[in-house]
């Protein structure tokens, strides 16, 4: 996964970052409760950023206090308890991970990816049985972008729009009732989508001249200018988008993540600071 979408963490409120923390939390006890212990090693920012945002359009989920099983001398820390938001996230997490191994392997032709994407076999079948719309739209959008990727386009715009449209076809099969919420969820998905596609293509832009990886960005010979061109204007559909929801969970977080969080990243990932857009701030 990316893990591109996340707070700027100094600007949240601390009832906010405690909220935040227990929707990271409770994702990754989805994942192990629904898929197995081992799937909590691809818990992603970007999926807790889609369970959130599935779990905008309800009443805020009960919050129960719990171990973390890997860090279990530590005090019990709130996480989100079962909820069909957080179900529909893990299940989208899942596949969206193996698919994305199966891509690395058959690009990189290395071990590891292939070993992941093995592992998750199973699991990723299990959640496709609940979830067939999210995987028909992950199976479909890879396809496209693979085939993109081995044309070498020189149009951007194709292989943004196929990770897009791929992401509002994943946000789809969300379990929100309300019509209007949907399509706003739908939305802001597919915009996120686009940015996180250019900010990754940028980020790796440098990595990937070196081993000759497709990368829209070097095929194409743009510039930062163009870059933050893209980022900025996915980032302004996106909230235009978003600002059709009235969240009643996870307002302050969404809120941040909107107007602040993707802004500084955007910012730090133009400044020329290399690959470090998924892990720092």
Same mark, same amino acid.
């Given at each position: 996964?990316?893990?591109?979408?996340?707070?700027?963490?100094?600007?949240?409120?601390?009832?906010?970052?405690?909220?935040?923390?227990?929707?990271?939390?409770?994702?990754?006890?989805?994942?192990?409760?629904?898929?197995?212990?081992?799937?909590?090693?691809?818990?992603?920012?970007?999926?807790?950023?889609?369970?959130?945002?599935?779990?905008?359009?309800?009443?805020?989920?009960?919050?129960?206090?719990?171990?973390?099983?890997?860090?279990?001398?530590?005090?019990?820390?709130?996480?989100?308890?079962?909820?069909?938001?957080?179900?529909?996230?893990?299940?989208?997490?899942?596949?969206?991970?193996?698919?994305?191994?199966?891509?690395?392997?058959?690009?990189?032709?290395?071990?590891?990816?292939?070993?992941?994407?093995?592992?998750?076999?199973?699991?990723?079948?299990?959640?496709?049985?609940?979830?067939? !719309? %999210?995987?028909? @739209?992950?199976?479909?959008?890879?396809?496209? +972008? #693979?085939?993109? &990727?081995?044309? $070498?386009?020189? /149009?951007?715009?194709?292989?943004?729009?196929?990770?897009?449209?791929?992401?509002?076809?994943?946000?789809?099969?969300?379990?929100?009732?309300?019509?209007?919420?949907?399509?706003?969820?739908?939305?802001?998905?597919?915009?996120?989508?686009?940015?996180?596609?250019?900010?990754?293509?940028?980020?790796?832009?440098?990595?990937?001249?070196?081993?000759?990886?497709?990368?829209?960005?070097?095929?194409? !010979? %743009?510039?930062? @200018?163009?870059?933050?061109?893209?980022?900025? +204007? #996915?980032?302004? &559909?996106?909230? $235009?988008?978003? /600002?059709?929801?009235?969240?009643?969970?996870?307002?302050?977080?969404?809120?941040?993540?909107?107007?602040?969080?993707?802004?500084?990243?955007?910012?730090?990932?133009?400044?020329?600071?290399?690959?470090?857009?998924?892990?720092?701030?």
């Amino acid at each position: 996964m990316f893990g591109y979408i996340k707070p700027l963490e100094c600007e949240l409120k601390v009832k906010d970052k405690a909220l935040y923390d227990a929707a990271y939390c409770g994702l990754c006890r989805t994942l192990g409760k629904e898929f197995g212990q081992t799937a909590r090693a691809v818990l992603s920012f970007d999926c807790t950023f889609i369970a959130m945002l599935a779990a905008s359009a309800s009443d805020m989920p009960k919050i129960d206090s719990r171990r973390c099983a890997y860090k279990t001398f530590r005090k019990k820390r709130p996480c989100v308890a079962e909820c069909a938001a957080f179900e529909f996230a893990a299940a989208a997490n899942i596949i969206l991970a193996r698919y994305k191994l199966l891509d690395d392997k058959n690009d990189e032709k290395r071990l590891l990816p292939a070993v992941g994407a093995a592992i998750l076999k199973g699991k990723a079948e299990n959640a496709a049985k609940k979830y067939p !719309g %999210v995987e028909m @739209a992950v199976k479909k959008g890879i396809g496209e +972008i #693979s085939d993109i &990727e081995r044309e $070498k386009c020189t /149009d951007i715009d194709k292989p943004c729009d196929a990770f897009a449209r791929l992401m509002r076809n994943v946000a789809a099969s969300a379990p929100v009732e309300d019509e209007g919420s949907l399509c706003a969820i739908k939305e802001v998905a597919y915009h996120m989508g686009r940015w996180v596609y250019v900010a990754d293509a940028w980020d790796d832009i440098e990595k990937d001249k070196k081993s000759g990886a497709y990368n829209p960005f070097a095929t194409a !010979g %743009v510039d930062s @200018a163009r870059a933050e061109f893209l980022m900025n +204007i #996915s980032l302004n &559909e996106a909230q $235009k988008a978003y /600002d059709l929801l009235e969240p009643n969970a996870f307002r302050g977080v969404l809120d941040n993540i909107m107007y602040i969080g993707c802004r500084r990243r955007s910012e730090r990932l133009l400044g020329g600071k290399g690959t470090e857009g998924r892990n720092n701030e």
